[in-house]
């Protein structure tokens, strides 16, 4: 059974630091990984997707890396901005299609 | 485009009630997801409807129950309600064989009293 881990649970950064979330996950077998955006009490919004052949994926001031073998993911957000602040979901899909999320990392940007 | 929709947005029933959640995918996506966000217990995969089959399901009990239309919309059902049903439901979409990014919808909150 797949298992995902996000570290930290939560962060309280400043605007304009940059922030750092880890995902890591036991079972290196996997389709995809995702990273989704989720404001409180509402859906989640795809912010990254990073096939298992793939190393990295960028959009804007977001890049996530994934190291399969290690079974791992880092997302980086740049110049974090309040609008920022927020829980980040990491979820990796198994060759079965299942999608298996972490807890999720919350954000905190104080402006 | 529309986006994943779902209805209604809140719903509240008693226990040993039946619920029922209605889903509707982006047009052109043929792949239904069903997830229960429970309070403390983060996102946990239900059920995944292709092409009006159930393809896959999570540890769920029996009386989680859902259908996928041939328009693609999709419905959750819950037979029997307990209290710890109370959650944020969220359906997804994605193009066919779920080999793509999910789009979720906003999510029903379901509170059993």
Request: charged letters at 15%; glycine letters at 8%.
């Amino acid at each position: 059974k797949q298992e995902v881990t996000q570290i930290p649970a939560a962060l309280s950064v400043p605007e304009g630091e940059n922030l750092v979330l880890n995902c890591s996950f036991t079972d290196s077998a996997i389709y995809n990984l995702q990273w989704f955006r989720q404001d409180p009490g509402k859906g989640l919004t795809s912010l990254l997707l990073i096939q298992s052949s793939q190393r990295e994926q960028t959009s804007g001031r977001l890049n996530a890396s994934l190291d399969k073998s290690s079974g791992r993911s880092t997302l980086y957000i740049a110049a974090s901005q309040p609008g920022d602040s927020a829980t980040y979901l990491c979820a990796v899909k198994s060759n079965d299609y299942k999608l298996s999320f972490g807890a999720g990392t919350t954000v905190t940007v104080r402006a | 485009e529309a986006g994943v929709t779902q209805s209604p947005t809140h719903l509240i029933k008693t226990r040993g009630q039946q619920a029922t959640l209605r889903c509707s995918p982006i047009s052109g996506h043929t792949s239904v997801y069903w997830y229960q966000q429970a309070l403390g217990l983060g996102l946990q995969f239900l059920l995944w409807y292709d092409e009006g089959e159930e393809r896959n399901r999570g540890n769920f009990p029996p009386r989680f129950s859902g259908r996928q239309f041939p328009n693609y919309s999709s419905e959750l059902n819950v037979n029997a309600l307990e209290l710890e049903d109370s959650a944020l439901y969220l359906c997804a979409s994605s193009i066919p064989l779920g080999q793509e990014t999910q789009y979720f919808g906003p999510g029903t909150r379901l509170l059993v009293l």
